[in-house]
T-cell receptor, first 115, second 117 residues
């Protein structure tokens, strides 16, 4: 079974731009969660989607948004990029609803650099 | 206030040594979940274990074992006979129930384990 895939793996943007990251979960998994990892703030939870509905949301500004499609693939969008948005963005999938309290499988991440 | 504290920033051991990674958490909820994850140099997080607040049984999985003690709000992780492949950053995490039945995970800052041959 293929693992969680994230595209692109690396991305360079400039301040003020917007970016869309993509995540394809393991086949059959309906829960997709997103995390941000930075040296300063560590690992932080962004949001979780299950069956196209946002189930859980972390404490991030409205510039961070996401969605999930009927095939469970998910995208997250960051608008008006700031330097502090430079991070590794990790996606995880799970079989269960409330995937964030169950076993999750992580993708390799997207490394976003904002200049 | 930090909800998950991993006081050990970095631990360095020699292969075959046993090593314990500490995790202390803080919560007022009676229902919560605790996790350990491993992040090897490749960057991909790997789920290791989940414990809910009602299950204080210790668990052993091969060379890995976990000690959950509610009395001290700790969920420590021990690697027996460490190997070079155990070198990674290990994260402890806590998921508490938020409003509306949602759960929000909080991660510790991680402990970098270096196992020397």
């Amino acid at each position: 079974k293929a693992g969680v895939t994230q595209t692109p793996r690396y991305l360079i943007k400039t301040r003020g731009q917007q970016v869309t990251l993509s995540c394809s979960p393991i086949s059959g998994h309906r829960s997709v969660s997103w995390y941000q990892q930075t040296p300063g703030q560590g690992l932080q939870f962004l949001f979780e989607y299950f069956s196209e509905t946002q189930r859980n949301k972390g404490n991030f500004p409205g510039r961070f948004s996401g969605r999930q499609f009927s095939n469970s693939r998910s995208e997250m969008n960051v608008s008006t990029l700031e330097l502090g948005d430079s991070a590794l963005y990790l996606c995880a999938s799970s079989l269960a609803d409330q995937g964030i309290v169950n076993e999750q499988f992580f993708g390799p991440g997207t490394r976003l650099t904002v200049l | 206030a930090q909800k998950v504290t991993q006081a050990q920033t970095e631990i360095s051991v020699v292969e075959k040594e046993d090593v314990t990674l500490d995790c202390v958490y803080e919560t007022r909820d009676t229902t919560y979940y605790l996790f350990w994850y491993k992040q090897p140099p490749s960057g991909e997080l790997v789920f290791l274990i989940r414990r809910n607040s009602f299950d204080e049984q210790n668990e052993i999985s091969g060379r890995y074992s976990w000690n959950f003690q509610k009395s001290t709000s700790s969920f420590n992780f021990t690697i027996t006979a460490s190997q070079v492949v155990d070198s990674a950053v290990y994260f402890c995490a806590l998921s508490e129930a938020g409003t509306g039945g949602s759960y929000i995970p909080t991660f510790g800052r991680g402990t970098s384990l270096i196992v020397h041959p």
